[in-house]
């Protein structure tokens, strides 16, 4: 069974940075593609950013150029590097790997003075 645990979350001043992790276990992780996406309260579940396996990158227009995604396909681990926080980006935060229906149980990301 594919299991992802997600963690790194946290509480951070406007403006601050946080790493956040995505532990993959069940799958082949370096042949997938993997997702990052936030959930809002009374929100839909939105696509943050996106890597392939081959490491090309794309993101959202709200967070590009200041969160990087990345992958080690050793630890089988997925990254979310989320720098220059806004209050906007308050949510819980998933991995996902693309096309399958697995999710973790995210991990939160609160952003406030």
């Known amino acids: 069974q594919v299991q992802l645990v997600e963690s790194g979350g946290g509480l951070v001043q406007p403006g601050g940075s946080l790493r956040l992790s995505c532990a993959a276990s069940g799958m082949i992780f370096s042949t997938y593609s993997m997702d990052w996406y936030r959930q809002a309260p009374g929100k839909q579940r939105e696509l943050v950013a996106h890597?392939?396996?081959?490491?090309?990158?794309n993101y959202a227009d709200f967070v590009k150029g200041r969160f990087t995604i990345s992958r080690d396909n050793v630890k089988k681990i997925l990254y979310l590097q989320m720098n220059s926080l806004k209050p906007e980006d308050t949510a819980v935060y998933y991995c996902?790997?693309?096309?399958?229906?697995?999710w973790g149980q995210g991990t939160q990301v609160t952003v406030s003075s």
């Open positions: 890597i392939t396996s081959g490491g090309i990158t």
């Open positions: 996902k790997g693309t096309g399958l229906a697995a």
